[in-house]
């Protein structure tokens, strides 16, 4: 090894973040080594689970692959910088300088980069639940101008950073080494990104729980009169579009479910419709979508809180985070593929597909099959004609 322990603790405290002490880089490397694999296996599992089954490529989950890849890539780049580290090549020994400088810039491209993703996925949900038709049919037609933006934007911000400031070595991989470049030029930004997306789902979770209130008024009002069935039933296919996907996208076609055991039996004689009113109960899979959507920007918000923290305080006291700390916020920001395989993957179809495929049971209900309605209807049309007798047709049909 070129340098010994004494010249690396005083390259050390230069750069706040890295440890002073070899026994603890060996730790913290250790530990980022084995956290950056469980990302690893997380982003690994959303790209296989996507190239298997068709359930979880919709125009979505092509969105979540894309930061299942650049996840991926990410805890492959500091398993990487970990191993060198852990093989007695600290990063910062001059052999090494022109690795770390390309570990430090493929940090800064997808560590930013899955800030864009994420941001990406909450807009174009927004959009399309949201029912803004123009631009929601937009963004699926130009699915390449998408996938473009995230790369571009961070690729062009790791070049700047290359130039403008430079990376080296802040422990268990490079990255730039002054906090307060961090602090302004990646945490920032991300908070601002979690406030938007936050936002966002915020509204899409208010406008499910509108539509959901809108329907309850709509089952207990739509059958006090046979005249006045027809228009509410409109009224209510068009509330269902407004919360669902364009065409673009597997749709749930309604947000309510009717009991499986309802059975409805109509007569249609002149253009009216009299029946018994169907039991409509507020779906259980309603009330989960629009709790997963406000998760997602409080589980990043938790992941980021402990990183931003540290870089707050060391860019004001100018003194270096104890060593428990320092590790838990550098983990913090490795664990971000595991945290995208939980958010995108267990609480979405991934998990559901994976259970069918290993369960002899018949396959289980996913997010979007769940929200659509089964309920078994036995329809009698009379017809009556001047030169024909009365006949009945009969007519059961599952919605």
Same mark, same amino acid.
């Given at each position: 090894?070129?340098?010994?322990?004494?010249?690396?603790?005083?390259? !050390?405290?230069?750069v /706040?973040?890295?440890?002073?002490?070899?026994?603890?880089? &060996?730790k913290?490397? !250790?530990?980022?080594?084995?956290v950056?694999?469980?990302? %690893?296996?997380?982003? !690994?599992?959303?790209?296989?689970?996507?190239? /298997?089954?068709?359930?979880?490529?919709?125009?979505? &989950?092509?969105?979540? /692959?894309?930061?299942?890849?650049?996840?991926?890539?990410?805890?492959?780049?500091?398993?990487?910088?970990?191993? *060198?580290? /852990? $093989?007695?090549?600290?990063?910062s020994?001059?052999?090494?300088?022109?690795f770390?400088?390309?570990?430090g810039?493929?940090?800064?491209?997808?560590?930013?980069?899955?800030?864009?993703?994420?941001?990406?996925?909450?807009?174009?949900?927004?959009?399309?639940?949201?029912?803004?038709?123009r631009?929601?049919?937009?963004?699926?037609?130009?699915?390449?101008?998408?996938?473009?933006?995230?790369?571009?934007?961070?690729?062009?911000?790791?070049?700047?950073?290359?130039?403008? !400031?430079?990376?080296?070595? %802040?422990?268990?991989?490079?990255?730039?080494?002054?906090?307060?470049?961090?602090?302004?030029?990646?945490?920032?930004?991300?908070?601002?990104?979690?406030?938007?997306?936050?936002?966002? +789902?915020?509204?899409?979770?208010?406008?499910? +729980?509108k539509?959901?209130?809108?329907?309850? $008024?709509?089952?207990?009002? @739509?059958?006090?009169?046979?005249?006045?069935?027809?228009?509410?039933?409109r009224?209510?296919e068009?509330?269902?579009d407004?919360?669902?996907? $364009?065409?673009h996208i597997?749709?749930?076609? @309604?947000?309510?479910?009717?009991?499986?055991?309802?059975?409805?039996?109509?007569?249609q004689?002149?253009?009216?419709?009299?029946?018994?009113?169907?039991?409509?109960?507020?779906?259980?899979?309603?009330?989960?979508?629009?709790?997963?959507?406000?998760?997602?920007?409080l589980?990043?918000?938790?992941?980021w809180?402990i990183?931003?923290?540290i870089?707050? +305080?060391q860019?004001?006291?100018?003194?270096p985070?104890?060593?428990?700390?320092?590790?838990?916020d550098?983990?913090?920001i *490795?664990i971000?593929?595991?945290?995208?395989?939980?958010?995108?993957?267990?609480?979405?179809?991934?998990?559901?597909?994976?259970?069918?495929?290993?369960?002899?049971?018949?396959?289980?209900?996913?997010?979007a099959?769940?929200?659509?309605?089964?309920?078994?209807?036995e329809?009698?049309v @009379? @017809?009556?004609? *001047?030169?024909?007798?009365?006949?009945?047709?009969?007519?059961?049909?599952?919605?």
């Amino acid at each position: 090894m070129a340098y010994s322990e004494a010249d690396h603790n005083v390259v !050390a405290r230069a750069v /706040l973040s890295a440890p002073s002490k070899l026994h603890e880089i &060996h730790k913290l490397n !250790a530990v980022i080594a084995a956290v950056s694999a469980l990302s %690893i296996l997380g982003a !690994a599992w959303i790209i296989l689970s996507f190239c /298997l089954f068709k359930q979880v490529r919709t125009f979505r &989950h092509q969105l979540i /692959l894309g930061l299942a890849i650049s996840d991926f890539l990410m805890a492959l780049n500091f398993l990487s910088s970990c191993a *060198v580290n /852990l $093989s007695g090549h600290i990063l910062s020994e001059p052999p090494q300088k022109q690795f770390c400088s390309f570990n430090g810039f493929m940090t800064q491209v997808f560590v930013i980069q899955t800030d864009y993703w994420v941001l990406m996925i909450a807009i174009c949900t927004f959009l399309i639940l949201a029912n803004h038709k123009r631009l929601g049919g937009w963004v699926q037609d130009h699915r390449i101008i998408l996938w473009s933006l995230p790369w571009g934007f961070s690729v062009l911000w790791a070049i700047l950073g290359l130039f403008l !400031a430079g990376y080296g070595d %802040i422990g268990a991989w490079c990255w730039f080494t002054s906090d307060k470049v961090r602090l302004l030029v990646n945490f920032l930004p991300r908070w601002l990104i979690i406030i938007i997306i936050l936002a966002l +789902y915020a509204r899409l979770y208010r406008i499910i +729980y509108k539509a959901h209130s809108r329907f309850m $008024s709509f089952n207990e009002s @739509t059958y006090n009169s046979n005249s006045a069935a027809h228009p509410p039933i409109r009224s209510l296919e068009a509330e269902v579009d407004s919360v669902t996907s $364009s065409h673009h996208i597997n749709p749930p076609s @309604t947000l309510f479910h009717e009991s499986k055991e309802e059975t409805m039996d109509i007569e249609q004689t002149g253009g009216t419709i009299s029946g018994p009113r169907p039991r409509t109960q507020p779906s259980p899979v309603l009330k989960k979508m629009a709790y997963q959507m406000m998760s997602y920007p409080l589980i990043y918000m938790l992941i980021w809180t402990i990183p931003t923290s540290i870089r707050i +305080y060391q860019s004001v006291t100018s003194k270096p985070a104890p060593f428990g700390i320092a590790t838990v916020d550098k983990a913090c920001i *490795v664990i971000q593929g595991f945290a995208d395989a939980v958010i995108y993957g267990v609480n979405e179809t991934s998990i559901s597909a994976w259970r069918e495929k290993f369960s002899r049971a018949p396959p289980s209900t996913t997010l979007a099959q769940s929200l659509q309605v089964n309920v078994r209807r036995e329809i009698t049309v @009379t @017809t009556r004609s *001047v030169r024909e007798p009365v006949e009945t047709y009969s007519l059961e049909s599952r919605g």
